[in-house]
């Protein structure tokens, strides 16, 4: 399965977050590669969404709904900056 | 519940089957989804090896070996955590009590390992007395990579996120510890006839 | 309900279809009424959640393909194995409803005031936020350069066509070309890429929208011939064109 990008769960994101957050700039633990959450690899695997560094292919971002309430693994991240908000 | 759309019903639902063979919750698909929690590893055949391991290494077969050990047909019903089942299902592969047969041990759980990193966790019991099987033909024909192949888990009776795509090995546990999903709030044991989808059902 | 009315968060609201044109035999514009909707931005999307009587529930997302400006409309592509989209391309009728969520996006958008010059490549249905992006160009009366690249299987496939011929479109029909075909007939390659989009050196801003293999292609065919890679944003969609 070809994986698709941040933007295809910036709903989940904007519920999870409280706001827009493709454009926010995540960093990956791994290998350091920075970029907006819409450019990372974004898979939808059935029974959670996995996000993926484009880099190197390292988890950044885990989430997972169960009975209605998200769970969100930001482990992978050393950094996430999110966008200003108007 | 939300707003229900006039004439909106599940595409995927195969009416024709017996209804005695779908846990509650399920809904019987022709298709067969792909899904995925990360890109699908390439690992050629010359450098693939499964292993059986507690720490240290107890046995471990290149693939030739693995092909060359007594395999089965396996039919069976597969039920995954997102509501779709799909009845008999043909594989045929190697049966895990063929490999836990060459390894002395008295785990109670194991932890299948795979390409990618994804794990999964079971008790010894539903991995062995005929239930679970690593197997690498699907339909008659190579399991695709995008299915698994190389080589998956197999175990049935379980949800399968519990059948681990892309199989390299299992770790021998003294005591249970969650795999990926479990990790994250899915059910520990997964039983799909007691609708076990997350921790706490 | 004064939940809705809370700044920052995004609820579900129930959708209206007022109209449905089906663009090509696979594909269908549903124009919608959304109580609440405070307009979007160009090239935004919504997500679209269906519930079935008996509880079951998909949800996929839809660009949306009207200008800010407009009601919300989006196009949507039936996929041989879909789930949402065989209902919203065949089943619905004018009156009928589900529910969305949007709009959503901050990364695929385009104000007149980022300027240009804008090189757009679709793939598909991926053509869909290119529309917005377009209409908003023009409604904006902006005077940023604008030229759209658009790989599609067939003529028949081909979304907005009228629409588009008052644009600055390049075609290339991929699978299959009617009698007596100048354009392009293959997939988007560097050679088609050079010839068709503008020079890096213009300093372009490209979008580029469509199955994900089309995509990374296309972006990395861009950055090769020396677009700037934060000047390129992607969209992905499904292998098969939706999401």
């Known amino acids: 399965m070809e994986a698709l990008d941040g933007n295809a769960i910036g709903g989940m994101l904007y519920h999870v977050f409280g706001g827009e957050m493709t454009m926010a700039q995540a960093q990956c633990g791994h290998c350091g590669a920075r970029g907006p959450l819409a450019e990372c690899e974004v898979y939808l695997g059935g029974p959670g969404v996995v996000v993926r560094c484009r880099v190197c292919h390292n988890i950044v971002m885990v989430l997972v709904e169960v009975r209605e309430m998200m769970c969100v693994d930001l482990g992978g991240l050393s950094e996430l900056e999110l966008p200003a908000w108007r | 519940m939300s707003f229900v759309s006039r004439g909106f019903r599940s595409r995927r639902r195969d009416t024709d089957a017996d209804p005695v063979r779908v846990p509650p919750g399920q809904s019987v698909t022709r298709d067969f989804p792909v899904l995925s929690a990360g890109p699908t ?7 693939w090896t499964f292993s059986i391991e507690n720490g240290g290494v107890l046995r471990t077969w290149t693939w030739e070996e693995f092909r060359a050990l007594p395999s089965e047909p396996v039919t069976a019903d597969i039920h995954c955590v997102t509501r779709w089942s799909k009845l008999d299902t043909t594989w045929e592969g190697v049966s895990v009590d063929t490999l836990l047969a060459e ?21 010894l019991e539903d991995v062995t007395g005929g239930k679970a099987w690593v197997v690498y033909t699907y339909k008659g024909e190579p399991l695709d990579p995008e299915h698994g192949g190389p080589a998956r888990l197999l175990v049935p009776n379980l949800y399968f996120w519990k059948s681990a795509k892309w199989v390299r090995g299992l770790r021998l ?19 799909p006839w007691r609708e076990q989808r997350y921790s706490g059902d | 309900m004064a939940r809705a009315a809370i700044l920052g968060r995004l609820t579900w609201r129930v959708a209206t279809v007022t109209a449905v044109v089906d663009e090509t035999p696979r594909v269908r514009t549903l124009e919608l009424e959304v109580p609440g909707w405070r307009g979007h931005v160009a090239g935004q999307h919504v997500d679209v959640r269906l519930t079935a009587e008996d509880g079951y529930r998909a949800e996929r997302a839809y660009s949306l393909a009207s200008a800010p400006g407009e009601p919300p409309v989006i196009t949507v592509e039936r996929l041989e194995d879909g789930e949402v989209s065989p209902y919203l391309t065949e089943d619905v009728r004018p009156g009928d409803a589900f529910e969305v969520r949007g709009p959503i996006g901050g990364y695929f958008v385009w104000r007149p005031d980022d300027g240009g010059p804008l090189f757009l490549a679709a793939g598909g249905s991926g053509v869909v936020p290119m529309r917005a992006i377009l209409r908003h160009r023009r409604n904006s009366m902006s005077e940023v350069r604008a030229r759209l690249l658009y790989s599609s299987r067939t003529l028949e496939d081909v979304i907005y066509r009228a629409e588009l011929d008052g644009e600055e479109v390049v075609h290339t029909l991929t699978r299959a070309q009617p009698p007596g075909w100048t354009g392009y007939a293959r997939r988007v ?8 989009a503008w020079p890096a ?39 098969t064109g939706g999401r």
């Not at chain 2, 590893?41 to 450098?47: A, E, I, V």
């Open chain 2, 41 to 47: 590893p390439h690992t050629p055949l010359d450098r």
């Open chain 2, 103 to 123: 390894v002395d041990h008295d785990a109670g759980y194991v932890l299948a390992f795979c390409d990618g990193g994804y794990t999964t966790n079971l008790p």
């Open chain 3, 201 to 239: 050196e213009d300093g372009p801003l490209a979008f580029v929208c469509g199955p994900t293999s089309f995509v990374e292609s296309v972006a990395a065919g861009l950055v090769e011939f020396g677009y700037a890679p934060g000047r390129i944003k992607t969209e992905r969609f499904g292998a």
């Open chain 2, 173 to 191: 546990l003294d005591e249970d510890e969650p795999g990926f999903w479990e990790t994250y709030g899915y059910h520990m044991y997964g039983d």
């Open chain 3, 189 to 196: 390659d560097a050679d088609l890429l050079r010839e068709v």
